[in-house]
Structures are given as C-alpha cells and as structure tokens.
C-alpha cells in the first residue's frame, strides 16, 4: 500500500512536471514589452535598439553619423499595432515642430518593429522605424 501511495504521488509529480512549461517561457523581454520569443532571430536576442533592428531586418541598418546613432526619439509608450506606431510618429513629428501633412502608412516588418511612412508640406514621403518600446529611429537600407 505504501508503494501504491508513493506511485501515486510520483506520477503527479511527474504529470505536473510535463504539464508546466519547464521554465522554457516564449516570451521576450525588449525593453520592457514582452513580445513572442519564436519571433526572434536566435542570434538577434539580447540585442537592441539600431543592433537589434539591423539584426532582424536584412540588408537594413541604422543611419550613421548622426549623435544618436540612428535613435532620434523614445517616446517611453508601448506600440501595440500599427495604429499607435503611426501615433507614435505624429507625436514626435507633432513635439519636434516638424511640418508633415500626413503620417500616411505603418507596416508590422516583425513583432517589433514598425515601418511608417509621412509625408512632408512639399510632397516627399519619409520613412521613420518604430520599436514596440516607442523607440524611433532613422534607418536605411541597401546591398
């Protein structure tokens, strides 16, 4: 009877251990916003920022020669859709007085960054990258 009880307990434990996810979370701290780990280039994580956006989006890099290294504003709110990656660009547009008619398109490239899209008072359309952190940054792309 002994045993009886003690294989009963052994299998719960063991149940219970293959029922939990034995500390193997899908989820991915970037600065603070949790977003789906899967999603995340292995050689990506732990990176951020310009690092991290070059990391994940091929051929794309961070403008350089400027004093922020390519970050030109972090907003401090979380962008969960594409809608507040466009509110996010307005809002720096908006604070910074730079003239913009339109903040016309936002485009999810992965689960953390934004591509969006302005358009200024003579026409010229400009692309500005935006973090699920709020972070905004000037990037380019190439061969």
Do not use: H
Not at 25 to 39: A, E, L, M, P
Not at 69 to 91: E, L, P
């Amino acid at each position: 009877m002994k045993f009886a009880y003690l294989f009963l307990i052994f299998g719960i434990f063991l149940a219970l251990g293959c029922l939990s996810n034995n500390g193997q979370d899908n989820s991915y701290d970037y600065n603070g916003v949790n977003v789906s780990k899967s999603s995340i280039l292995q050689e990506c994580l732990n990176k951020t920022d310009c690092d991290m956006f070059s990391c994940m989006v091929p051929s794309c890099w961070c403008k350089s020669g400027q004093l922020s290294n390519g970050i030109i504003f972090k907003s401090g709110k979380t962008v969960t859709d594409r809608n507040g990656a466009k509110k996010t660009v307005s809002d720096y547009l908006s604070l910074n007085s730079i003239p913009f008619i339109q903040v016309r398109n936002a485009i999810k490239l992965n689960e953390i960054f934004y591509n969006v899209f302005y358009e200024d008072a003579n026409g010229d359309v400009y692309g500005l990258i935006v973090a699920v952190d709020g972070t905004i940054m000037e990037t380019e792309c190439g061969v």
